[in-house]
């Protein structure tokens, strides 16, 4: 993340009990079933009747096939959907964590290197090569089994393939992070822990010529224990964190200074909300493309660091987010870094973030416990 003086003012407190619940999700979108009656537009899986048919082994009339292909509907990264009866539909089950996005160390922060403590959610990505190891895109840990990052993060390049994740990190080049207080006491961290990879899940759509639904999940091979050092981000569940629109946001990560060197220290930057029209046309300029860039406003979302400061190579996956007041002033995550500056400090041009509140359905219809 390439770097230059800025002032970030973070007063986080911690939240041990939410009064209002993270949680309580909006209903299925309604539709109209084939027979003009009030229905849920809910994926194949989950509606009782219809997927009963679709898996018996007796082909089914012609007046029931009419009836599931009049049924279809359209649920962003769902790969087949139906307007299901509201008596058919099988409530899904949330794995995300109502207790999150609580940072533990209270800080008001100048310049962009953080603390431990801080983001206790931050996950590096580790690739392997003939015995060789490396680290290179971030995530957030969503629960404590599940990363969320970006679908390209998942393909191989030069041989590098990803096997595990580093959880409870923050400052590379100490086995050890602890905090050291002015009267010479500190406060450690647990060792960072890492963890092998049992099996990703990339969107169905991703398209990475188009940039779009750059998203992905890494299902851990065992659980982890949640601690100061390690714990859960929030994501916006819920329809009224969804509808926010935040002027600003922090994005974190490992990658790139504009030294063009890798950190090794967790950087945070504050970015400034650029709206999709906008970024567009300063993309196209500023980068010198030959063609226009085309963005999803539905799917996508765009910051821009000041004096320079953007994300870079390396900081692929790592999340943006921001403190939400409506849940109680937790960290919550609202876009993925997908696009970020590849010329990391030189000149401000804003970077494009898959929006995480487009793909809820998708990122729960996901995970299993």
């Known amino acids: 993340m390439a770097s230059s003086k800025i002032f970030i003012c973070l007063l986080i407190a911690i939240h041990v009990c939410s009064v209002l619940s993270l949680h309580s999700t909006e209903s299925d979108p309604s539709c109209l079933t084939p027979t003009n009656k009030a229905g849920n537009c809910v994926a ?30 359209t649920l962003p990264g769902v790969a087949r959907s139906v307007c299901c009866q509201p008596k058919e539909v099988v409530r899904r089950r949330n794995l995300l964590p109502e207790n999150c996005g609580n940072i533990v160390h209270q800080k008001m922060a100048e310049g962009n290197q953080t603390e431990p403590f801080q983001y206790p959610w931050m996950v590096v990505l580790q690739y ?6 490396r680290d290179s895109c971030g995530g957030s840990l969503i629960n404590n089994r599940y990363v969320l990052t970006a679908a390209h993060c998942m393909q191989a390049r030069d041989g590098w393939m990803l096997s595990k994740v580093r959880l409870g990190e923050q400052d590379k ?14 406060s450690c961290a647990d060792p960072p822990v890492d963890v092998a990879i049992e099996s990703t899940v990339v969107h169905s759509q991703y398209n990475p010529s188009k940039l779009l639904h750059d998203i992905a999940l890494i299902r851990m091979v065992h659980y982890v224990e949640f601690s100061y050092s390690i714990q859960p ?23 790139m200074t504009e030294k063009l060197v890798p950190s090794d220290v967790l950087l945070q930057a504050i970015m400034d909300s650029v709206a999709i029209p906008e970024c567009q046309r300063t993309i196209t300029k500023r980068a010198n493309r030959a063609r226009p860039i085309n963005l999803s406003e539905k799917y996508q979302m765009c910051a821009e660091g000041k ?17 939400v007041r409506n849940v109680e ?28 509140s487009s793909y809820m359905d998708w990122i729960i219809e996901n995970m299993h416990p």
Do not use: M
């Open 44 to 73: 194949i899986e989950r509606c009782r009747n219809i997927l009963a048919i679709v898996r018996s082994k007796k082909p089914p009339k012609q007046s029931v096939q009419n009836y599931i292909k009049g049924a279809n509907c």
């Open 128 to 133: 392997s090569k003939n015995g060789a190891q």
């Open 173 to 186: 080049s100490k086995e050890i992070d602890c905090i050291v207080y002015s009267n010479g006491e500190k």
């Open 233 to 255: 981000i929030c994501l916006p569940v819920r329809q009224d964190v969804r509808n926010l629109s935040l002027q600003k946001y922090i994005v974190t990560g490992w990658g």
């Open 307 to 323: 004096d320079h400061v953007a994300a870079c190579e390396g900081d692929s996956g790592s999340p943006l987010g921001f403190n």
């Open 329 to 356: 002033a937790r960290f919550v995550q609202f876009g993925i870094v997908s696009v970020g500056a590849n010329n990391c400090g030189e000149r401000s041009i804003p970077e494009v973030y898959t929006r995480v």
